[in-house]
Nanobody, 115 residues
Framework: QVQLVESGGGLVQPGGSLRLSCAASGSIFSPDAMGWYRQPPGKERELVARITYAGRTNYADSVKGRFTISRDNAKNTVYLQMNSLKPEDTAVYYC?????????WGKGTLVTVSS
């Protein structure tokens, strides 16, 4: 059974940084693509960033230049480095992984940007 476990959320002041991690386990296959989505309070879930096994990335316009996604294929782990955080980045951040055509999700980690 595939499991995604996120870590690294918390409270940070505007302008600060956080690094999220997500480790995938339970599959003999490495994820084809991994990504981060977020769901702000009262809003729908949205894509933040996505990275393929080969390292190709794409980002939401709202985070370009501030967030960086990366992955360690040997560890089946994806990271999201978030810099210059803004209050509007406040959300529950979810890790996702696509393995052999199936989508898997983590339980989410809360990121709160507030002074």
């Amino acid at each position: 059974q595939v499991q995604l476990v996120e870590s690294g959320g918390g409270l940070v002041q505007p302008g600060g940084s956080l690094r999220l991690s997500c480790a995938a386990s339970g599959s003999i296959f490495s994820p084809d693509a991994m990504g981060w989505y977020r769901q702000p309070p009262g809003k729908e879930r949205e894509l933040v960033a996505r990275i393929t096994y080969a390292g190709r990335t794409n980002y939401a316009d709202s985070v370009k230049g501030r967030f960086t996604i990366s992955r360690d294929n040997a560890k089946n782990t994806v990271y999201l480095q978030m810099n210059s955080l803004k209050p509007e980045d406040t959300a529950v951040y979810y890790c996702s992984a696509q393995i052999r055509g199936m989508d898997y999700w983590g339980k989410g980690t809360l990121v709160t940007v507030s002074s």
